[in-house]
């Protein structure tokens, strides 16, 4: 952490705010998300910055006279740890959504318009794990 970020009181108030938070939430990176416990796991997660995208650095490309060096500049924004200090849900998107197995026995799912078997891991039984799309699976006809 590079202390020579935070230049006056505010800041050092922020920090230790931002801190506290990270003790409290996991980051949406963390793997917070227990979908084979609880298929319909969505916690409250850690909002990452958005300037950094949760990095904590802002990656920048310069060119010199051996090619490329990349250089990561402490992100002023979030104080280097992240985060915005705000939390949300793991999964935005909480409507459930009707959809009928094809005749491949694949659901395509609403959300991102990918294919899966209902067996597939990328579906907890309620959700599109990879997108969070919440999926109710209705049987085609006649079966
Ligand atoms: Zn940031
Ligand atoms: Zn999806």
């Known amino acids: 952490m590079n202390q020579h970020l935070i230049t006056d009181p505010e800041q050092c ?3 230790v705010f931002l801190m506290a938070m990270l003790e409290a939430y996991p ?8 979908l084979e416990e ?16 949760g990095r904590g650095k802002i990656m920048r490309c310069e060119a010199d006279a051996e ?12 104080l280097q740890t992240g985060i915005t200090g705000g939390v949300e849900r793991y999964f935005e998107n909480t409507r459930e959504i009707e959809v009928a197995v094809d005749s491949h026995g694949l659901v395509r799912c ?21 997108c969070g799309q919440r999926i109710k699976i ?5 079966s």
Request: aromatic share 8%; net charge positive; proline share 8%.
């Open 27 to 34: 980051r949406r990176s963390d793997g917070g998300l227990h």
């Open 67 to 78: 090619g490329f060096t990349m250089y990561g500049d402490p992100c002023a924004a979030c």
């Open 110 to 130: 609403p959300g991102c318009g990918k294919g899966f078997t209902k067996r597939s891991k990328k579906f907890t039984g309620l959700r599109h794990r990879t």
């Open 13 to 15: 108030k922020r920090m």
């Open 138 to 142: 209705i049987s085609p006809e006649g």
């Open 38 to 53: 609880y298929p319909d796991h969505n916690p409250l997660v850690l909002q990452d910055c958005s300037a950094c995208r």
